[in-house]
């Protein structure tokens, strides 16, 4: 089985569980923020049979429902040494009325949400916190990362990262003692090169979040597909790419075709092939594909018995998508 090494030592198997989805709906206004309605029995099925399936590494945030994420996962994984739990912080959901308020990262504020980050999780310590704001600015985000290591000294949190997809911001606090990951967008149809360039340089952890492209490189979605409403896919936000309004993006669509005959390569189904394309792209990827059912949590992890795509195939996906190699 591929394994990651992480900043304490410890070896997990190289993929993760994304626990956005299991956090319910939560908005802003009336835009969704959310991925629909949860069954959170479902949910705790399916992070018990990740589980069984060897996955260690669970990834959320204080915002996903209002807190409700944390909640799911610290039901079902209570008193599980053997599991790391990531959780981020910045953006704000009010877990009564489910609405997004202010961010805020302000030093009591992240005192505060870690009390709570650490009741809904059942933990006494946070294995990896992660500011969630990817834009902050860095002179701003100085005063975080002191807070947090501060944090660390007290016995909070066991090391802490940034989720963000800028490299420059990646890069300026990659030697600060405590600092061991990078969460950001990175798949085959964006494959991150200028982070992944900044994270083995500095040997952080490359935690890939959208591996499968917000679910278009799981193959379930025609073009002329629909979403709810109520799924964020469905909203009109800026940083949504693959999917515009509800549908399948047709440019990436028509990106997802030319290469899906190489992504099923050896028997993989698609979204087997895209975790594959992050394995084979660097040894420091740890990708968290979203999981919220059984059937999604047996699949994602059934990469695992495939391992990285090979070196020729990943070769073929370059030429067809008209960029150039970037060897591993």
Not at 205 to 222: E, Y
Not at 277 to 290: D, E, K, M, Q, V
Request: with cysteine.
């Amino acid at each position: 089985m591929l394994m990651r090494s992480l900043w304490d030592g410890l070896e997990i198997p190289a993929l993760g569980f994304g626990g956005w989805a299991i956090g319910g709906p939560f908005f802003a206004g009336d835009v969704p923020l959310g991925w629909g309605a949860v069954d959170d029995d479902e949910s705790i099925a399916a992070i018990h049979r990740a589980l069984d399936l060897g996955i260690r590494f669970f990834d959320t945030a204080s915002n996903y429902g209002g807190g409700h994420s944390e909640a799911v996962i610290g039901r079902a994984l209570e008193g599980r040494k053997d599991v790391v739990i990531a959780t981020k912080f910045g953006h704000v959901t009010n877990p009564a009325t489910k609405q997004a308020e202010a961010d805020n990262v302000a030093p009591e504020f992240i005192t505060r949400i870690v009390e709570m980050s650490l009741r809904n999780l059942r933990r006494e310590k946070i294995d990896l916190l992660q500011l969630h704001l990817g834009g902050l600015p860095i002179s701003e985000a100085e005063a975080v990362f002191e807070q947090l290591s501060r944090m660390r000294e007290a016995g909070k949190i066991d090391a802490f990262g940034w989720s963000t997809d800028d490299p420059e911001r990646a890069a300026a606090f990659a030697g600060l003692d405590g600092f061991v990951s990078i969460q950001h967008n990175m798949n085959v149809l964006d494959p991150a090169d200028a982070m992944i360039a900044v994270i083995e340089k500095a040997a952080l952890v490359s935690i890939d979040r959208g591996p499968l492209a917000m679910g278009l490189l799981s193959g379930r979605f025609a073009p002329g597909d629909r979403l709810a409403a109520n799924d964020v896919r469905s909203a009109s936000l800026e940083w949504l790419t693959y999917f515009k309004d509800g549908r399948v993006s047709p440019e990436f669509s028509a990106r997802l075709d030319a290469i899906r005959g190489c992504l099923t390569t050896g028997g993989r189904t698609l979204a087997q092939g895209a975790i594959g394309w992050l394995w084979a792209r660097s040894p420091a990827t740890l990708p968290i594909p979203g999981i919220r059912t059984v059937r999604q949590a047996e699949e994602n992890a059934g990469a695992l018995a495939f391992g990285p795509l090979p070196a020729d195939v990943m070769d073929e996906i370059e030429r067809l998508l008209g960029r150039s190699r970037v060897a591993a």
